[in-house]
Every structure is written in C-alpha cells, then in structure tokens.
C-alpha cells in the first residue's frame, strides 16, 4: 500500500492516473497517510490544488528546498514561482 510516510513537502512527483495521467506536480501538503495536495501552477493553480491518492502518483526523489522553506514559514507561493522550479529542477 502506498502511504504518505516517505514523501515530504515540496516533493515532486508524477500522476499514474486520471485526466493529468503523466503530468509533473509538487507536493504542498500531506493531508493524510494516504492523500496529498498537489500543485503544478498550470493546469492545477495553487488556489485548486488537487487531492490525489498516493498510489496514483509516482515520486521522484527531487525535492524543491525553496518550496519547502516557503511552506514551512508560510510564505506566500505564487503559480508562476511554481512553474519556475518545476523548470529549473529539470523536470518539466
């Protein structure tokens, strides 16, 4: 069973399924031990964030510092910085 307990915020990570089967997300919060929000600041702007199921995602074992920090401090994160690090980790 998928669970949250090797994933952390900021975290990127890949839908196996639904409608954005293959895109790129970053990890904003674990909700519980098998759901987390997800964001990408394109098609899932951070105000909608999307709640997916662990076992529809893959994680890669990238994850964004600044995402983190900026979560962690509750700082505000903009759509466009969202897209920015998912380029800049190489990913997208």
Do not use: C, P
């Not at 839908?15 to 031990?33: C, N, P, T, Y």
């Not at 199921?53 to 983190?68: D, F, P």
């Amino acid at each position: 069973m998928d669970t949250t307990q090797d994933i952390s915020v900021g975290q990127i990570v890949k839908s196996k399924a639904g409608r954005d089967k293959d895109r790129l997300f970053v990890v904003l919060d674990i909700i519980d031990d098998q759901y987390v929000l997800v964001s990408d600041g394109d098609l899932r702007k951070i105000d909608k964030a999307k709640k997916k199921k662990m076992k529809h995602l893959a994680k890669y074992n990238i994850i964004s510092e600044e995402v983190k920090k900026r979560i962690d401090n509750h700082e505000k994160i903009s759509n466009l910085f969202l897209r920015r690090e998912l380029e800049k980790l190489g990913v997208s």
